[in-house]
């Protein structure tokens, strides 16, 4: 079974970067004011996708010798084989699929997308997340939020011709806070230049990021004085920028809104429009 793990009868070639772009009419005009980052994991869902699908398991566990298998920094490598362990189990996309839709919103989440859809014209809202765009897409289009975002940045994912979900790490990179997979202050620099580019120069008037994670900090230093970090509070995303204000003052620029319910970032946004 150990072995096993590691193979299957096929296996796609890579689809795209994880990036789900939207269709055409959905592109974001290129006068929105502002840019808002979520992540997903215990930001937008009150868990962790990753643990929530071993719920689709047999008995709901993973046994011992595949969880011994876990080495720390490489744990989309550790997600790779319980997806392929489960597929070999018999676990399938309905099951999958069952289990994410069920994963409950974080608290007060739900009013931030309300006011956010209210706001289409200003907001342009992207979600960087090391889960998967698997398990993204399928709990945004249960709950309907999937046209808000412009785009999906996150590790690809798919079900093979064996009915198993293959997953695969987003990109590489030289940064040595993050995970091997993933380095979100890579992606959201690159979104930055990117989206100034295709805007003829002219970059958001200002930047949000709403996260919880240590992996949610990295990207969070670099935003400048005008932005917005909003750290899920007493999680590690907080717990480094209070370090980092507390042994290196002044290097932290933004604007730092730690948040219990998603009413505390609703609240700010309000603020900022005079609403």
Known sequence: M??????????PSPPPPGEEEPASDMAAPPDKKFLIFFDFDETIVDESSDDSVVRAAPGQVL??????????????????????????QGVREEAIRGVIEKIPVSPGIPAVFQFLKAHQELFEIVLVSDAN??????????VGWRPLFRRIISNPASF?????????????????????????????????????????GRPFERVFYVGDGANDYC???????????????EYPMHRHIVDMQRTQPGIFQAT????????????????????
């Open 160 to 200: 093979n011709t064996c009915g198993h979900l293959v997953l695969q790490p987003f990109h590489t990179h030289s940064c040595p806070r993050c995970p091997a997979n993933m380095c979100k202050r890579k992606i959201v620099r690159e979104y930055l230049a990117q989206r100034a580019e295709e805007r003829g």
């Open 256 to 275: 730092v809104v730690p948040w219990q319910s998603g009413e505390d970032i609703t609240a700010c946004l309000k603020k900022l429009l005079g609403r």
């Open 133 to 142: 765009v698997y398990f993204i897409e399928a709990w945004l289009r249960a």
């Open 219 to 233: 990207p969070s230093v670099v935003l400048g004085p005008g932005d917005t970090a909003f750290p899920r509070r």
């Open 63 to 88: 046994p011992g010798w595949l969880k011994e298998t876990y080495r720390e920094g490489h744990y989309n490598e550790f997600m790779c084989r319980v997806l392929a362990y489960m597929g070999e």
């Open 2 to 11: 150990r072995d096993s793990v590691f193979t299957c009868c096929f296996v």
